[in-house]
C-alpha cells in the first residue's frame, strides 16, 4: 500500500508543530496571572465532556466503516477529530492559564494507579497523533474508491485502538485526579 506523500508530510508538519507547542507549554514556564479561577476551573470538567463526546464517535465512526457505511463513517470520523482538536484548544488554554493541577489523593492510588495511568495515557496520546492526522488527510484528500489503495485502512485501525484507551485513560486520569484526590 503506498502511503501518500502530501498526507505524510501534512501529518509530519502539523505533528511536529503540536508537540513544540506542547513542549513549550510543559517545560515548566509559569502560566500567566489569572484572575480568578472560573475559567481554569471550568476547563477539566469541559475537556473530560469533550474526550468522552470524542470517544464516542470514534467508536461510533469504527463501527460505522465496519458495517459499510463509508458516509457515516466519515461523518463520526471527523466529528471525533473536531472535538479532539477543540480539547487541543482548551488543553493549551488551561496549561497556557497555569491551571496544571497535582493529585492529591492516597500515596498508593497515586503510585500504582494514577501515575501508571497517566503515562500510558500520555505516550497513547503521543503515538496517536501522527495516525490520527494521517489517516484524517488521507481521508480527505483521497477519492472514496481509491483509499483502499492508501495506508489508509491499516494506519486506521491502530489509530482507533490507541486513540481509543488514550480517551479512556485521559478520562480516567480526570475522575481520579478531580474526584478521588
Known sequence: MPVSKPSLYFTAVVTLA???????????????????????????HAIAAVNTAALITLRLGYRAVRMGRIGRHKIFMLSSFTLISLFLIMYVLRLFLGGVREYGGPEVLRLFIYLPALAVHLILSIVSVPLVLYNVSTGLSTPVEEVAGTGHRGVGRWAVRLWSASLALGVFVYLMLNWLS
Do not use: K, M
Open 18 to 44: 503540536a508537540y513544540v507547542v506542547l513542549g513549550y507549554l510543559l517545560a515548566g514556564r509559569e502560566g500567566v496571572a489569572v484572575h480568578g479561577d472560573g475559567l481554569v476551573s471550568l476547563l477539566p
